[in-house]
């Protein structure tokens, strides 16, 4: 059973910079795709960015684009979300999902597409001056 872990969040200034990771146990990260979600509070999940199993293809949502980075280095089971320029309004708990069954080049920012068991708990990110 894949279990995932993010970590890298934390209390950073309008402006600043944060590297969250998510880390995949139980299974080998190359058979998924990952997603990363936003939720504010008192507000829905949002999609910021995604990364399919395998390929160049990125997508992130207008609100991240030219400011969050994806990656993902299988050797470490992990997959990285560069954040730098960060706005109040990225603040929220972001966690990251997963999809082993489609075996795409591309992927989507709905959870919809993902597998509802493979959802990690999240880590707190808030911009505050």
């Known amino acids: 059973q894949l279990r995932l872990v993010e970590s890298g969040g934390g209390l950073v200034q309008p402006g600043g910079s944060l590297k969250l990771s998510c880390t995949t146990y139980?299974?080998?990260?190359?058979?998924?795709?990952i997603g990363w979600f936003r939720q504010a509070p008192g507000k829905d999940p949002e999609g910021i960015s995604c990364?399919?199993?395998?390929?160049?293809?990125?997508n992130y949502a207008d609100s991240a684009k030219g400011r969050f980075t994806i990656s993902r280095d299988n050797a470490k089971n992990t997959v990285y979300l560069q954040m730098n320029s960060l706005k109040s309004e990225d603040t929220g708990v972001y966690f990251c999902?997963?999809?082993?069954?489609?075996?795409?080049?591309?992927?989507?920012?709905?959870?919809?597409?993902?597998?509802?068991?493979?959802r990690g708990q999240g880590t707190q990110v808030t911009v505050s001056s």
């Open positions: 999902v997963a999809d082993g069954l489609q075996l795409s080049g591309v992927c989507e920012l709905s959870l919809d597409y993902y597998e509802r068991t493979y």
């Open positions: 139980g299974d080998r990260l190359e058979y998924y795709a």
């Open positions: 990364i399919p199993y395998s390929g160049a293809y990125r």
